[in-house]
């Protein structure tokens, strides 16, 4: 599959940061870029609007380059490829390198050194010399992007464009948080829900292909307990709404929390047991916590209604100031940490459970040249799922 490559491109650019009612995006044409070495070129299907694009919008994540192309959840059609990245296996995972005409999709993490002490140790989410695409490169608000060959991934066959970049930030960082609670990972047990994996032939199948390209998985069934294992969630937006999903397929109950009932709905929707404003008492205690709303209060809020030994994951890249923390709150082994990007495990990882859930993404549609308007409706809460921009055809 080949195309003809046009030379130059529709783009939503942002010079200089402002609040989302300026609309300060606007539609530039701009060059076509051309892959470097080890790069390829996408034509851009979709991308995700996300919550990070806005604060580096209003200026709450200070520029990394002016004027910056934003969008880090991007779906693209490989077009041309730059000179070895036909050598190079997509996602850090040994396997067929990239042709012309795959469907792959770029995440946050656009490169890393791959040498630093934290790459070397398996800890490539805090990279010393990490690029992030739509931060430090130009993203996906754009008909035509490029990538480097060993940081995007193969989507699973029959995902849509739009059904797929909710996935590439919202899936991923919130994969990652499920990781560090120990909802997801080594020890984390079986699929336990109704709905999980292996209920068909058709899914059994696809479990015994994805046990054979992940020998570890499915890890081992977690010990008989009568006590449900129980996750609270604050802030419900496209984050939440997937790994809640995740989460429920694992067999955790889990608690929404959000500021209107519209949102408070979709995770019941969703299948959460409860959901109520952060001021209501859900009666019990959690055994973990994530925080996705950039505000400082909830992460104590969700503390003081950990049970002992239980974790706080912050999976925000940006919050207001966190209040003064009582000792008695973090007493009994509780923890509370953050949640920093995202590695290639998380993304690889993501895509596989959530082609075997499968995971549904509630998606929100827009036009590129819409962008500023989807982001003042994700500052407003005006987003149920996820904002994404239709950018071509899939």
Not at 181 to 191: E, F, R, S, Y
């Amino acid at each position: 599959m080949s195309e003809t490559i046009p030379a130059t491109m529709r783009a939503m650019q942002l010079a200089a940061p402002a609040p989302a009612a300026e609309r300060p995006l606007r539609l530039v044409e701009l060059p076509v870029p051309a892959p470097g070495p080890g790069q390829v070129l996408l034509r851009v299907l979709a991308c995700g609007v996300c919550r990070t694009d806005l604060h580096i919008l209003e200026g709450e994540l200070p520029p990394h380059r002016s004027p910056v192309v934003p969008g880090h959840q991007i779906v693209g059609e490989v077009v041309a490829l730059g000179a070895g990245a036909e050598l190079v296996a997509p996602g850090g995972e040994p396997g067929a390198p990239l042709a012309v005409g795959d469907r792959v999709g770029v995440p946050w993490l656009h490169q890393t050194d791959e040498t630093c002490r934290f790459c070397r140790r398996g800890d490539e989410n805090l990279c010393e010399h990490a690029l992030f695409t739509g931060w430090d490169v130009d993203g996906g608000f754009a008909e035509y992007t490029v990538a480097p060959a060993g940081f995007v991934y193969r989507l699973p066959p029959g995902m849509t464009a739009m059904a797929a970049a909710p996935l590439l930030c919202a899936g991923i960082i919130g994969y990652r948080c499920l990781r560090l609670i120990g909802v997801v990972g080594q020890g984390a047990g079986l699929p336990g829900a109704p709905g999980g994996g292996g209920e068909s032939a058709a899914a059994e199948l696809t479990a015994v292909k994805e046990r054979e390209r992940w020998p570890d998985w499915p890890p081992a069934p977690p010990a008989p307990s009568d006590h449900p294992r129980r996750l609270g969630i604050y802030g419900f937006g496209s984050a939440a709404s997937l790994c809640t999903q995740v989460a429920i397929w694992r067999g955790w109950e889990v608690y929404g929390v959000a500021r209107d009932e519209e949102h408070r709905a979709m995770a019941r929707e969703l299948g959460a047991v409860w959901a109520g404003e952060a001021s209501d008492d859900p009666g019990v205690l959690y055994d973990a916590a994530i925080v996705f709303a950039p505000a400082g209060e909830l992460a104590v809020d969700a503390l003081r209604r950990l049970d002992k030994g239980g974790i706080v994951a912050l999976g925000g890249i940006y919050s207001s100031p966190i209040p003064p923390i009582e000792y008695p709150w973090i007493y009994h082994e509780r923890v509370i940490r953050s949640v920093a990007n995202s590695t290639r495990q998380d993304a690889r990882e993501l895509l596989r459970d959530a082609a075997l859930i499968p995971v549904v993404s509630r998606v929100q549609e827009y036009d590129l040249e819409q962008a500023s308007e989807a982001l003042l409706d994700l500052k407003e809460d005006r987003v149920r799922g996820s904002a994404v921009l239709r950018v071509a055809t899939d």
